[in-house]
Every structure is written in C-alpha cells, then in structure tokens.
C-alpha cells in the first residue's frame, strides 16, 4: 500500500508540472500574433503531445491510466473554453491509441465506453461551470465527477483502474484526492505566473507607448526610425501635425489640452488603424501634437485624397470639452526617394510639414 502511494506522489507532481508547462504555453499563445496560418495547430499538437506523456507515466507509475481529463479541466477552466472542449474530444481518441500501443487491440465497447466519458466530462465541466459561481469548487466538483465516471466504465476501458469504484474504495478516494490537490497547486501556480507575465507585458508597453495617446513613444520612434535598420521596400512616412494646438494650451490649460490630444488621437486610430501592417508600421507620438505615421504605400491609390478626407471629417468633428473644431497639416516623403533610408525619408516629411505651415495651416504637402 505504501509503494502504491508512494508512486501515486510521484505521479501527481509529474501530472502538476505537465499540467503548469501546458496551460503557460497556452497562455503564452494566446498573447503571440505572429500571424502564421498554422499557429491555430500548435496548441493541440501541445496537448496531445503532454496527454500521451502523461498517460504513459501514469501507467508506468500505478499500471493504469489516470486523470486523463485533468489537463483539458485546467484548461477550461483557466485558459480558453472553446479549445478545451476540442481537447476533451481529442482525449478518448488519443487514449484509444494508447490502448493500442499497451494491447495491441481495441473493440467496440472499448471505444464507445471511452466516448461516453468524454461527453460527461463536458457535461459536467459546462454544468459546473454555469451554476457553482466559486471557480476552485466547480473545478474541484467537475474533477470528481470525471474520476467517477471513469471508475464506474472501467470495466469496459481497459487501463483504466484495476479494480472498480464499487470493489474499491481506496483506489477512488486516493484518486479523488490526488485530483484535488494537483487542480490546487496547479491554479496557484499558475495565476502567480501569469501574473508576472502581465506585469512583464505592462513594462514592456510602458516602455515603447505614450500613455496619453496610446501611440509609439519617441524611445521606439528612434529605434525604428532614426536608428533602426533601413527596409528594403518603399515606404510611407507622414508628419501630422495638429494646427494651432497651443492656443488651446495657453486658453484653456493643459488639461484641456490633453482631452484635445486623446480625442484626436482616438481620431488618428479609427482612420488609419486599419490600413497598418501590425507587425512592421505604425503611428508614434513624435512631439507635444506631433504624430509620424509610417504605412506601406501600396496600400493606397492616391495617399493624398485619403489625408484630404481625413481633414474634411475632422474639421467638422468638435474636439475636447470645449468642442474645438481643428485642422491638422500634413508632409509626406517615400524612401524609395531615398535609398530607402527612413531617417532621410523623414527628414523630408518633416520639413514639408514646416514649409506647409509657413503658407498656412490645413495644408496636405505630399512630394512629388
């Protein structure tokens, strides 16, 4: 009985590291935009990968295979529900190869009763779910009632337990418990993780974002810019600049100022937002109402209709709490201009900007 416990602890700390490494690459997954069309693969490659490792232990360790559904419940209940019910219904599939691979057949009753689990466990992790409000206990009840069940069709799945739920009752309460332990830790862990994920996220936008506008900040300006590498592809950039913003300044105070910003900023997003490339351009916050905008010009037919439009909307859209009507003045230069360097390319959008606003605000400047 003592080695039968023994190996029981081993297992659980196995099937708790197993489980923390899945559930933070899953959350680490779903913060990545890499944008590759199999990433929507890398998950259940992930999970099937750990359940057949975790099975194999637990057979190893205790000659049968345990808590099976204990990686999807985490998953569910801690990462993303709609994935983890495509994982329940992977479970019994990956477990019917297993049960190959052990002994070397598999009949009917074997795969039907291996499909009923699965359809309980969903049961019960929704119907948990939905009416106990306290995660932990609905996980914890959602456990208990999968390990139930696989104990009571364990005559009918091979590997399951020796004995059954009725004949044995040790086996169920060591299991049960084993369960409720892993699910404790397991959740702890793993929202202390997570946690300093999410603060490691919020130092890294607090230092390439401007907090006021939600843009680029100068620092990432410089690097990608003024310092970075050049790109080998033509490339955009406008100087925007908002026209008499510092006599809202000097009528109405800074903070009223600020509100003028995050409005037109908010402004800047909706219009141009859609027409980024997220992983290469993008908007900074160059000065006090000086923005930069970098775009990939094959994105527009004619760049300078698309800035004259944004400047008819937005002369006629009341900004602040005093409802200031702005305008905003434009220079635009591309890098094939330039062999393709973007500091010079900016350099260039920067005084069409000046040269525009000597002759008058709400002007478009777009070399030619």
Same mark, same amino acid.
């Not at 709609?82 to 219904?89: C, E, G, H, R, Y």
């Not at 929202?191 to 300093?196: A, R, S």
């Not at 602040?320 to 890098?335: K, P, R, T, Y």
């Given at each position: 009985?003592?080695?039968?416990?023994f190996?029981y602890l081993l297992?659980m700390l196995?099937?708790?590291?197993?489980?923390?490494?899945?559930l933070?690459?899953?959350?680490?997954?779903?913060y990545?935009?890499s +944008?590759?069309?199999?990433?929507?693969?890398?998950?259940?490659?992930? #999970? =099937?990968?750990?359940?057949?490792? !975790?099975m194999?232990? /637990?057979?190893?360790f205790?000659?049968v295979?345990?808590?099976?559904?204990?990686?999807a419940?985490l998953?569910?209940y801690?990462?993303?529900?709609k994935?983890a019910?495509?994982?329940v219904?992977?479970t019994?599939?990956?477990?019917?190869?297993y049960?190959?691979?052990?002994d070397?057949h598999?009949t009917t009753?074997?795969?039907l009763?291996?499909l009923?689990?699965? +359809?309980m466990?969903?049961?019960?992790?929704?119907?948990?779910?939905? #009416? =106990?409000?306290?995660?932990?206990? !609905?996980?914890?009840? /959602?456990?208990?009632?999968?390990?139930a069940?696989?104990?009571?069709?364990?005559?009918?799945i091979?590997?399951v337990?020796?004995?059954s739920?009725f004949?044995?009752?040790?086996?169920w309460?060591?299991?049960a418990?084993?369960?409720?332990?892993?699910?404790?830790?397991?959740?702890k862990v793993?929202?202390q993780?997570t946690n300093?994920?999410?603060?490691?996220i919020q130092?890294q936008?607090?230092?390439?974002?401007?907090?006021?506008t939600?843009f680029?900040?100068?620092?990432?300006?410089?690097q990608?810019?003024?310092l970075?590498?050049?790109?080998?592809?033509?490339t955009g950039?406008?100087?925007?600049?908002?026209?008499?913003f510092?006599?809202?300044?000097?009528?109405?105070?800074?903070?009223?100022?600020?509100k003028?910003?995050?409005e037109?900023?908010?402004?800047?997003r909706?219009r141009?937002?859609?027409k980024?490339?997220?992983k290469?351009l993008g908007?900074?916050?160059?000065?006090?109402e000086?923005f930069?905008w970098?775009?990939?010009?094959?994105n527009?037919s004619?760049i300078?209709k698309?800035l004259k439009?944004m400047?008819l909307?937005?002369?006629?859209?009341?900004?602040?709490d005093?409802?200031?009507?702005?305008?905003?003045s434009?220079g635009v230069?591309?890098?094939?201009?330039?062999?393709?360097?973007l500091?010079?390319?900016?350099d260039?959008?920067?005084?069409?900007?000046?040269?525009?606003?000597?002759?008058g605000?709400?002007k478009i400047?777009?070399?030619?």
């Amino acid at each position: 009985m003592l080695t039968y416990l023994f190996s029981y602890l081993l297992l659980m700390l196995v099937i708790m590291n197993l489980a923390i490494s899945t559930l933070i690459s899953m959350q680490f997954l779903m913060y990545s935009n890499s +944008g590759s069309r199999y990433e929507q693969w890398i998950k259940p490659i992930i #999970y =099937v990968a750990m359940l057949y490792t !975790s099975m194999s232990v /637990s057979y190893h360790f205790i000659g049968v295979v345990a808590h099976e559904y204990l990686l999807a419940l985490l998953i569910f209940y801690l990462v993303d529900k709609k994935q983890a019910i495509l994982l329940v219904i992977i479970t019994p599939f990956v477990r019917m190869l297993y049960m190959l691979f052990v002994d070397g057949h598999l009949t009917t009753v074997n795969v039907l009763a291996s499909l009923v689990v699965a +359809g309980m466990a969903i049961f019960y992790m929704k119907v948990f779910d939905k #009416y =106990v409000s306290n995660q932990t206990l !609905s996980m914890i009840l /959602s456990e208990i009632f999968i390990v139930a069940t696989s104990l009571f069709f364990a005559p009918f799945i091979p590997h399951v337990v020796i004995y059954s739920i009725f004949n044995q009752p040790t086996n169920w309460i060591i299991r049960a418990t084993v369960a409720i332990i892993t699910i404790l830790i397991t959740r702890k862990v793993y929202f202390q993780v997570t946690n300093l994920q999410n603060k490691n996220i919020q130092l890294q936008k607090e230092v390439i974002f401007d907090k006021l506008t939600g843009f680029f900040n100068y620092k990432k300006f410089e690097q990608d810019i003024l310092l970075g590498p050049d790109k080998q592809t033509n490339t955009g950039i406008a100087v925007i600049d908002l026209d008499y913003f510092k006599n809202v300044n000097d009528t109405y105070g800074h903070e009223a100022g600020n509100k003028v910003l995050q409005e037109f900023s908010l402004f800047l997003r909706e219009r141009l937002a859609y027409k980024l490339n997220s992983k290469d351009l993008g908007i900074y916050r160059y000065g006090g109402e000086e923005f930069v905008w970098m775009f990939d010009p094959n994105n527009f037919s004619d760049i300078g209709k698309f800035l004259k439009s944004m400047q008819l909307e937005l002369s006629k859209l009341p900004l602040g709490d005093q409802n200031h009507l702005m305008s905003f003045s434009a220079g635009v230069s591309f890098s094939k201009n330039y062999k393709f360097n973007l500091k010079m390319t900016f350099d260039i959008a920067d005084d069409l900007v000046y040269q525009s606003k000597k002759t008058g605000r709400g002007k478009i400047v777009i070399e030619g």
